[in-house]
T-cell receptor
Framework: SQKIEQNSEALNIQEGKTATLTCNYT??????LQWYRQDPGRGPVFLLL?????KEKRKERLKVTFDTTLKQSLFHITASQPADSATYLC???????????FGAGTILRVKS | SAVISQKPSRDICQRGTSLTIQCQVD?????MFWYRQQPGQSLTLIAT?????????ESGFVIDKFPISRPNLTFSTLTVSNMSPEDSSIYLC??????????????FGPGTRLTVT
């Protein structure tokens, strides 16, 4: 069956450290993988996308890796800040269309 | 990026009634979607709202329960019909703006929090 899995447990880290979030998928062949941030009571906000032929993408303090062999993406936030506390969702863009399939998200808490 | 508004932002409804949610975008967009996010769960795509034709529904969602209109390229409505407590959820609209090469990044509205009693 098709699945997208993200860390089900909340990730608690100290301010200044690097947060690493994981997204694993099975039985999908995504053309792109996207990461979104969602704050309580708000809609998701797009952060980054990475294409199937890319290994790594960076944007300011954010870094995403994509391993299509392992079927895994890692999302890193360096020098984390309390303002980074939110739920982070990964989403697969399926190659036969523009349909997004979302993971359940990982709650990140950055403590000062 | 597109700015999306939704009305109402929240509502409490009686079972058996219907609620229509509006989604307004500040620019014309080709692709518009409706999602549901149940408490503590992931976003689930309900349907793609097609301008000028019937919406395309995902498995498990039917037109009689979730009729959708899209009269133009900036506006859509989702109706939740004959509601039951299981329909309590956040409903979100989203749009894709930009060419295919942009990777289909989506912009989401703020959501409508529905509680059915």
């Amino acid at each position: 069956s098709q699945k997208i899995e993200q860390n089900s447990e909340a990730l608690n880290i100290q301010e200044g450290k690097t947060a690493t979030l994981t997204c694993n998928y099975t039985n999908y062949s995504p053309a792109y993988l996207q990461w979104y941030r969602q704050d309580p009571g708000r809609g998701p906000v797009f952060l980054l996308l990475i294409r199937e032929n890319e290994k790594e993408k960076r944007k300011e303090r954010l870094k995403v890796t994509f391993d299509t062999t392992l079927k895994q993406s890692l999302f890193h936030i360096t020098a984390s800040q309390p303002a980074d506390s939110a739920t982070y969702l990964c989403a697969l863009v399926l190659e036969y269309g523009n349909k997004l399939v979302f993971g359940a998200g990982t709650i990140l808490r950055v403590k000062s | 990026s597109a700015v999306i508004s939704q009305k109402p932002s929240r509502d409490i409804c009686q079972r058996g009634t219907s609620l229509t949610i509006q989604c307004q975008v500040d620019s014309q967009v080709t692709m518009m979607f409706w999602y549901r996010q149940q408490p503590g769960q992931s976003l689930t795509l309900i349907a793609t709202a097609n301008q000028g034709s019937e919406a395309t529904y995902e498995s498990g969602f039917v037109i009689d329960k979730f009729p959708i209109s899209r009269p133009n390229l900036t506006f859509s409505t989702l109706t939740v019909s004959n509601m039951s407590p299981e329909d309590s959820s956040i409903y979100l609209c989203s749009v894709v703006q930009g060419p295919r090469s942009s990777g289909y990044e989506q912009y989401f509205g703020p959501g409508t929090r529905l509680t059915v009693t």
